[in-house]
């Protein structure tokens, strides 16, 4: 994690990490922790959505991206009790609100503690969730999840987790 936090600093101006208001367990609040893969936007204009080939990702943050490093410092939020390390993946708040109306069982991803990896991730429903269809793709997966929950299919999920980040994943930008 040190030598990531060099390549970012010495790559691109602004902080290491990127922070972010994530929704957790009950719809609770907390502060996610990320490498950051952007350019800093030290004015904090309003918030924009990361796209496919977004322009502000850096060269290093393709990488990190696509190596799934940018999550290694979520371990933090896994040891504060934010997180654990299989669960939902927790979004933005800024987008729950929109997934909360659109999807009628969305409330239900909030019964579980959100995860640094999930089963919608193995399952190739990973990445930018910029339309509805995408994010209900996830969601049947997240229910899935928390209808089977169990150590044993936690343990299956990080072993397809590790095996998505080895042969590499199409579906990360």
């Not at 208001?21 to 936007?41: Q, S, Y």
Request: hydrophobic letters at 40%.
């Amino acid at each position: 994690m040190p030598l990531v936090g060099l390549l970012i600093k010495l790559t691109s101006p602004g902080p290491i990490l990127f922070l972010q208001w994530r929704t957790g367990i009950n719809a609770k609040p907390f502060l996610c922790f990320k490498f950051r893969l952007m350019v800093h936007n030290p004015l904090n204009e309003p918030f924009k959505r990361t796209a496919f080939k977004d322009l502000r990702v850096t060269a290093i943050g393709h990488w990190l991206r696509k190596t799934n490093i940018d999550e290694f410092p979520q371990f933090i939020n896994v040891l504060k009790g934010d997180m654990s390390v299989v669960g939902p993946r927790p979004h933005a708040i800024q987008h729950e609100a929109e997934y909360f109306n659109s999807l009628p069982n969305y409330y239900k991803r909030f019964k579980s503690l959100p995860g640094i990896t999930g089963l919608a991730q193995v399952s190739g429903a990973r990445g930018i969730s910029d339309d509805i269809g995408n994010m209900e793709k996830q969601l049947n997966y997240d229910l899935i999840y928390i209808k089977n929950n169990s150590l044993r299919y936690d343990t299956k999920i990080c072993w397809w987790t590790i095996k998505s980040i080895v042969l590499g994943d199409a579906n990360a930008w």
